[in-house]
């Protein structure tokens, strides 16, 4: 069974740094694509930073030069480094990671997992 955790959420004033962290786990197939996504209160989930097998990165266009995404691909794990935090960064950050099944000729998209979500509150 997959399972995907994340960390290092919390309280901090404008200005400060967070980094999160997230695990996936429990699969026998590969983990491809891989993002953090944040939901704010009466607000959608949006996509923050995504990050490719490969390094590529992209990032949502409010928090480019503030936000590193970065991941480890033997460990299957996704970091999110946040510097100069603001009140509008605050929400519930999620992991979520893409199984594919991969074989010679290719991989296919299997499932999407998320994370339980962690909490990122920064005060002015």
């Known amino acids: 069974q997959v399972q995907v955790a994340e960390s290092g959420g919390g309280l901090v004033q404008a200005g400060g740094s967070l980094r999160l962290s997230c695990t996936a786990s429990?699969?026998?197939?590969?983990?491809?694509?891989m993002g953090w996504y944040r939901q704010a209160p009466g607000k959608q989930r949006e996509l923050v930073a995504e990050?490719?097998?490969?390094?590529?990165?992209k990032y949502k266009d409010s928090v480019k030069g503030r936000f590193t995404i970065s991941r480890d691909n033997a460990k299957n794990t996704l970091s999110l480094q946040m510097n100069t935090l603001n009140p509008g960064d605050t929400a519930v950050y999620y992991c979520?990671?893409?199984?594919?099944?991969?074989?010679?000729?290719?991989?296919?998209?299997?499932?999407?997992?998320w994370g339980q979500g962690t909490q990122v509150t920064v005060s002015s």
């Open positions: 979520n990671v893409e199984e594919v099944y991969c074989s010679e000729y290719g991989c296919s998209p299997r499932q999407l997992y």
């Open positions: 429990g699969s026998i197939y590969t983990f491809h694509d």
């Open positions: 990050i490719s097998p490969n390094g590529t990165a």
